[in-house]
């Protein structure tokens, strides 16, 4: 099988017609038809059926993009140790990062990268963990930056997970809510950014559990992302109630105005408090916590300009 050719049709599957993918080449669309014609010679069968609307992968077709997938990821980890080896000193790294990741641990790194690699270029991809692994499989990005609730989540074949630790989800609540000023704690974040409060251990657990969440069963709640709102849940079904969800938005910084307004309760993690802080909210410790990961293919740590770039996520995370 030609790599060349199973990369135009790639481009074509990815484009979704030939005349855009032939666009994108710069090529002409007969000269992309052509190879396509060869390739499917080559399998034996049909892998796009052609439209007046552009090209739908066959079954055959669904298949072969994802190891055509595979490949480009390959290609592109083995242009970057070429690059290397050949004293080019320069290096791309394509991450996915989800929105408090990129907000906070992410410029982190790329100030630290910058100053001791200047020729590496990341490029970010904000993006929820589904989609992040998405990108991955696809050989769109090199690194994806997840995070997860309770057990470590399975790894897909090819890729590997690098642990970065867990941080701590805090009750978040209005400045004068009666819940905090039955508490001991301060609520407040600490002044280096690390979100500490009295009750969390300083790596990432909790050291004892927060007060019951029972005492909010008649609240309303504000929900993030769906991994975050199933924590929610379950935090609170331990608690014996199911909370009225009135509002939903993935946006840490709408959920602390909603808070800070009295329109709701909610749970978040550290790095989304702090990314940013709305001066009228409270905060309590003890909620559970969720685990950070940094999800790459096998070998993808080999490529130079990624093993930099890991090493950073590991030193700050």
């Known amino acids: 099988m030609d790599a ?35 390739l499917e010679r080559s399998v034996g069968a049909a892998l796009l059926l052609r439209g007046a609307g552009g090209v739908e992968l066959t079954e055959p077709g669904r298949v072969l993009l994802a190891r055509a997938d595979a490949v480009a990821a390959q290609l592109h980890m083995a242009t970057e140790e070429m690059a290397e080896l ?23 790194v790329l100030a630290r990268l910058r100053t001791a690699h200047p020729d590496i270029d990341v490029e970010l991809t904000e993006a929820e963990p589904p989609e992040a692994l ?12 997840t995070f997860s609730y309770g057990p470590e989540p399975e790894t897909a074949p090819g890729q590997r997970r690098l642990p970065l630790g867990e941080e701590p989800v805090l009750l978040v609540l209005p400045e004068e809510h009666p819940f905090v000023a039955s508490t001991d704690t301060d609520g407040t974040i600490g002044t280096d950014g690390t979100g500490e409060t009295e009750g969390t251990d300083g790596s990432g657990g909790t050291a004892a559990p927060g007060p019951g969440l029972a005492r909010l069963a008649e609240e309303d709640w504000v929900v993030g992302c769906e991994r975050c709102r199933a924590h929610t849940l379950q935090r609170c079904d331990e608690a014996g109630f199911r909370p ?5 938005s993935d946006d840490y910084v709408v959920v602390q105005n909603l808070v800070a307004l009295g329109l709701g309760v909610t ?10 802080r709305h ?11 969720r685990r950070l990961a940094a999800v790459l293919r096998d070998g993808a740590d080999s490529v130079p300009a990624t093993a930099s770039l890991l090493r950073e996520l590991v030193r700050l995370a």
């Open 267 to 276: 749970l978040l993690p550290r790095s989304a408090l702090a990314a940013y």
């Open 244 to 248: 009225r969800v009135r509002h939903v």
């Open 86 to 108: 050949t004293a080019l000193r320069r290096g791309r790294v394509r991450l996915a990062a989800y929105p408090s990741a990129a907000a906070t641990l992410v410029p982190a």
């Open 134 to 145: 998405a990108l991955l499989a696809a050989g769109d990005v090199d690194v994806a930056l």
């Open 4 to 38: 060349r050719r199973l990369l135009i049709f790639r481009e074509v599957a990815r484009a979704g017609s030939i005349s855009a993918a032939a666009r994108a080449l710069g090529w002409t669309q007969p000269a992309v038809s052509q190879h396509l014609r060869a």
């Open 279 to 289: 001066p009228r909210v409270r905060t309590l410790p003890g909620y559970g916590s």
